[in-house]
């Protein structure tokens, strides 16, 4: 593969971002980006049109693959038409639907075993009962059901609509631990049969562009992610961005029947099990208002404040949590007094509240088996001075934070080099230049109180 180029493209729900690097080492040689409409639904075309601007760009490659956002509803007509506006992982007007799916299927235990997650209002799945309880003229006309990587793929040059199983895995119709779609479950949401994409092997090479290149199967964000960073086993990756996500590569299936663990599967082979939270950066956002601070400031208040910040602990469920699951939560900010009030205090609760979130997303994942040996921390959360420092005691671990990349777009262009190379294996890519953060403390005492507040506020 020496000389070919590869890209990958990164379609969310904000851009698309396209990496043009080489096959051989991943190096990247050109990058392009382009925004998509703001909102919780989207028509598709907007995604292609985004993509058609780094058309130049792309057809200087010899393979291409898309990671995109998981979850989103692409549903088609018999003549491939687009029904309705895609709805996106972020439209939670599905909620009632998952609640009577999970009821309807044998509750939540029934589900973790059979498709490795609990459906939340997130999932695929869920908006399909949706669009059949409010707009059955749309579920009448609904044959086939793509996520956006799969109609992205598709307009792209796959011979057929396709998919992979890390993307399928996040549908709540596909089963992780089986290989294969459950049957009925699609039927149950829609109320009618639809067909599912295929799902490619990993690696497996799906068509062919207009202008010659190769194009692989592609796959969800997250998978895209853990490619992109060549995690191994022992390897969590906690992201920090609006949301908050835990993930690592693990070797066997996870299915929670508590929900917290989406028990996904990554674009190689292997399983991805994945904890979400509502709230991550933005708790950082909120606490610069109400200091008065600007983020670089934010972050030096912390750290100018001693561990557990004078008795302050802030509970960060700012607008509902999702793990755990209180849709309906507020923040609490706890053990003030007149000699703890302080704008350094109230930097380090939230900076501490943060990280033990997240560590307790890590725990979720360590109970379904993932043994963290290290934490690579990712997102613009982790730009934070702050953040990095406090890291390795609250997760007990080291903490490794990666040079800034496009880390999705990254882990679709190796895909890409995959499907080019046909190999068994994705190409050994270098390691992204990284920083190691150790601490010689523990923050075992700030983890305990924070979970004494976690455990005795509102169950709401």
């Known amino acids: 593969m020496t000389g070919n180029l590869v890209a990958g493209v990164d379609s969310s729900t904000q851009s698309t971002k396209v990496v043009l690097c080489r096959a051989g080492d991943g190096a990247v040689v050109a990058e392009a980006t382009a925004p998509?409409?703001?909102?919780?639904?989207?028509h598709p075309d907007h995604w292609w049109n985004a993509l058609s601007r780094?058309?130049?760009?792309?057809?200087?490659?010899?393979?291409?693959?898309?990671?995109?956002?998981?979850?989103g509803m692409v549903a088609l007509d018999g003549a491939g038409e687009v029904v309705r506006p895609a709805l996106l992982w972020n439209d939670t007007r599905s909620a009632p639907q998952a609640r009577a799916l999970v009821e309807e299927q044998g509750g939540s235990k029934a589900w973790a075993e059979r498709t490795g997650s609990v459906p939340r209002a997130s999932f695929t799945v869920t908006k399909l009962r949706w669009m059949a309880e409010h707009e059955p003229a749309n579920a009448r006309?609904?044959?086939?059901?793509?996520?956006?990587?799969?109609?992205?793929?598709?307009?792209?040059?796959?011979?057929?609509?396709?998919?992979?199983?890390?993307?399928a895995s996040g549908t709540g119709y596909w089963s992780p631990a089986a290989g294969g779609y459950v049957p009925g479950l699609l039927r149950a949401a829609l109320g009618r049969d639809a067909e599912p994409p295929r799902v490619a092997a990993p690696g497996e090479r799906v068509g062919e562009t207009s202008w010659g290149a190769a194009l692989g199967?592609?796959?969800?964000?997250?998978?895209?992610?853990?490619l992109g960073l060549g995690l191994r086993p022992g390897d969590v990756v906690v992201s920090i961005g609006?949301?908050?996500?835990?993930?690592?590569?693990a070797d066997e299936p996870a299915a929670d029947p508590s929900g917290l663990v989406a028990g996904f599967a990554d674009a190689t082979g292997r399983f991805l099990p994945l904890v979400a939270t509502l709230n991550a950066a933005r708790i950082l956002t909120a606490a610069a208002s109400i200091t008065g601070a600007a983020l670089d400031e934010l972050s030096a208040l912390a750290l100018a404040a001693a561990p557990g910040a004078g008795g302050v602990t802030l509970l960060p469920y700012l607008d509902g949590e999702r793990t755990p699951d209180r849709p309906d939560a507020t923040g609490v900010l706890a053990g003030l007094t007149t000699a703890n009030a302080t704008r350094e205090n109230v930097a380090r609760a939230a900076v501490e509240a943060l990280l033990c979130s997240l560590a307790d997303a890590?725990?979720?994942?360590?109970a379904q088996g993932v043994r963290p040996r290290r934490t690579l921390l990712i997102g613009g959360g982790a730009r934070s001075r702050a953040v990095r420092t406090l890291a390795p005691a609250i997760f007990g671990t080291p903490v490794v934070v990666p040079e800034p990349a496009e880390y999705v777009a990254l882990g679709a262009a190796r895909q890409a080099a995959w499907a080019l190379a046909g190999t068994p294996e994705p190409p050994a890519w270098p390691a992204p230049p990284a920083t190691e953060h150790t601490s010689e403390h523990t923050g075992q005492e700030v983890r305990e109180r924070y979970a004494a507040l976690r455990d005795s506020a509102p169950q709401i």
Do not use: I, K, Y
């Not at 609006?242 to 590569?249: D, E, L, M």
């Open 217 to 226: 199967a592609g796959t969800g964000d997250n998978m895209g992610a853990a």
């Open 242 to 249: 609006t949301s908050g996500t835990a993930f690592a590569v």
């Open 36 to 42: 998509h409409p703001d909102g919780t639904e989207c």
């Open 141 to 167: 006309r609904t044959e086939r059901v793509l996520l956006p990587h799969d109609w992205l793929t598709l307009r792209l040059g796959a011979a057929e609509p396709v998919t992979d199983r890390g993307d």
């Open 362 to 366: 890590v725990d979720h994942l360590a």
């Open 54 to 71: 780094a058309r130049e760009l792309l057809e200087r490659a010899d393979a291409v693959a898309v990671a995109a956002q998981q979850h």
